[in-house]
T-cell receptor
Framework: DAMVIQNPRYQVTQFGKPVTLSCSQT?????MYWYQQKSSQAPKLLFHYYDKDFNNEADTPDNFQSRRPNTSFCFLDIRSPGLGDAAMYLC?????????????FGSGTQLSVL | KNEVEQSPQNLTAQEGEFITINCSYSVGISALHWLQQHPGGGIVSLFM???GKKKHGRLIATINIQEKHSSLHITASHPRDSAVYICAVSVRNNDMRFGAGTRLTVKP
């Protein structure tokens, strides 16, 4: 059974039209991450939550926001998507924040911007 | 220069061949991860190691901390092993650096 679930699998939006990607987990993990992965590139961390504490990476554009209403769910909001935001968005979780924690990934949401 | 370098970038093998993918890193780490990403998205964590060697089925991962190098081996490769294999290192809490991945194609 999937433990980190991302919906939708594929998302198409229009330039400038807000879009929300969702992630849920059944692992009861404390930490949830959002990564952006562009074609043939390594995943890039956008931000993460440790419980309710939000941690933004320094170079994450303001256009990207996140919400975590409870332990199980985390959302990625892109306020005004540009063509350059087309990418695979990966959600991941870990039990704790330690550097030896194993990450569990969702299957990703492939975002297209028209 | 990337902090995590993988080689080769692309690898094509015949079914049954022994495969090695290499990862070198230039930063201090607390753990190294090998991840597998199939076409179309999801990433699966294969190994997390901080020393020595781990084995799971046909997969073996080794790490040499002194040399800052890790290898992922696949024995008796199969077409279903075709995927992108990503090396990632944990630098400190919640800080991971990813390699660009090695695209493996195993032909029947």
């Amino acid at each position: 059974d999937a433990m980190v679930i991302q919906n939708p699998r594929y998302q198409v939006t229009q330039f400038g039209k807000p879009v929300t990607l969702s992630c849920s987990q059944t692992l009861n993990h404390n930490v949830m991450y959002w990564y952006q992965q562009k074609s043939s590139q390594a995943p890039k961390l956008l931000f993460h939550y440790y419980d309710k504490d939000f941690n933004n990476e320094a170079d994450t554009p303001d256009n990207f926001q996140s919400r975590r209403p409870n332990t199980s769910f985390c959302f990625l909001d892109i306020r005004s998507p540009g063509l350059g935001d087309a990418a695979m968005y990966l959600c991941a979780t870990s039990r704790g924040a330690g550097s030896n924690e194993k990450l569990f990934f969702g299957s990703g949401t492939q975002l297209s911007v028209l | 220069k990337n902090e995590v370098e993988q080689s080769p970038q692309n690898l094509t093998a015949q079914e049954g061949e022994f495969i090695t993918i290499n990862c070198s890193y230039s930063v201090g780490i607390s753990a190294l991860h090998w991840l597998q990403q199939h076409p179309g998205g999801g990433i699966v964590s294969l190994f997390m190691l901080s020393s020595g060697k781990k084995k799971h089925g046909r997969l073996i991962a080794t790490i040499n901390i002194q040399e800052k190098h890790s290898s992922l081996h696949i024995t008796a490769s199969h077409p279903r092993d075709s995927a992108v294999y990503i090396c990632a290192v944990s630098v400190r809490n919640n800080d991971m650096r990813f390699g660009a991945g090695t695209r493996l194609t195993v032909k029947p």
